[in-house]
């Protein structure tokens, strides 16, 4: 049951077998120096999927296990935001941000949600209750009017936001990292062992822009370093109809 909330590389050609040499020396100094990874969003709108949870709350253990099986469908962006408003009811959860409340509050004038709860998943911007019977292959993945690059470079990611058509436009950074476990010790769900995945631990919002037509938009950012290694990250960019807040493309970039 849903919880109310209370509150280039480049090489010249050379004929001799020396010259041949120093174009291999300079082609490895150059690939060194080159971004890790880079990503390119699809012809179709990538899937936004979040997750509003609490490890204070013992009905969202089902929700993060649902979310975890996402981690199959390799075009979802699911994030799973934990609030901070059950923390005053006998468990801390270490995971949650006043800013992830202040967020789920946001999203509430147009998700359809009648009020903020948990567990909710909003998918595309859109409440649904009926999360527990949506799966990867049922998510649309409508014609994409936005394109994304996404590229590391060291500890700095850029992103180019190309439109086809005039608009506004608006986007989040978040970081997530999956295979986190807590044992908790008190509250609901005292005395279980939980299991979380996409688990947002860095979220950045990017103020609403005008975009014209054909012209590239260039965003950065710089994550928190990571805290622990053993959790694999991954670091999202959504871009959204600053009119509506619905997703317009999204891309993940997990190295």
């Known amino acids: 049951m849903p919880h109310p909330s209370p509150?280039?590389?480049?090489?010249?050609?050379?004929?001799?077998?020396?010259?041949?040499?120093?174009?291999?020396?300079?082609?490895?100094?150059?690939?060194?120096?080159?971004?890790?990874?880079?990503?390119?969003?699809?012809?179709t709108i990538a899937p936004v999927v979040e997750l509003y949870t609490s490890e204070g709350c013992n009905s969202c253990p089902?929700?993060?296990?649902w979310l975890s099986g996402l981690k199959v469908e390799p075009d979802v962006v699911a994030l799973a935001f934990h609030v901070d408003y059950w923390d005053s009811l006998g468990w801390k959860d270490r995971y949650a941000s006043p800013a992830y409340t202040e967020r789920q509050a946001a999203?509430?004038?147009?998700?359809?949600?009648?009020?903020?709860?948990?567990?909710?998943?909003?998918?595309?911007?859109?409440?649904?209750?009926?999360?527990?019977?949506?799966s990867g292959a049922s998510l649309e993945r409508p014609p994409?009017?936005?394109?994304?690059?996404?590229?590391?470079?060291?500890d700095r990611f850029d992103a180019s936001v190309t439109a086809k058509a005039a608009m506004r436009l608006a986007a989040y950074w978040a970081v997530t990292e999956d295979r986190h476990e807590s044992a908790v010790k008190a509250g609901e769900n005292a005395g279980v062992t939980l299991h979380h995945d996409h688990v947002v631990r860095d979220y950045l919002p990017v103020p609403?822009?005008?975009?014209?037509?054909?012209?590239?938009?260039?965003?950065?950012?710089?994550?928190?370093?990571?805290?622990?290694?053993?959790?694999?990250?991954?670091?999202?960019l959504v871009v959204v109809d600053a009119a509506t807040g619905r997703p317009v493309q999204a891309v993940r970039l997990g190295c």
């Open 62 to 65: 089902p929700a993060d296990r």
């Open 107 to 134: 999203q509430q004038r147009s998700s359809g949600a009648r009020f903020n709860y948990t567990p909710q998943v909003l998918v595309d911007g859109r409440d649904r209750r009926d999360w527990p019977a949506v």
């Open 208 to 236: 609403m822009w005008t975009a014209a037509a054909d012209v590239p938009t260039s965003l950065q950012f710089t994550p928190k370093p990571a805290r622990d290694p053993a959790h694999p990250r991954s670091v999202n």
């Open 144 to 154: 994409a009017n936005v394109e994304l690059t996404l590229m590391r470079d060291g």
């Open 7 to 43: 509150s280039a590389v480049f090489a010249a050609i050379f004929a001799t077998a020396s010259a041949a040499a120093l174009l291999l020396v300079g082609t490895i100094t150059l690939a060194e120096a080159a971004p890790a990874c880079s990503t390119r969003s699809a012809a």
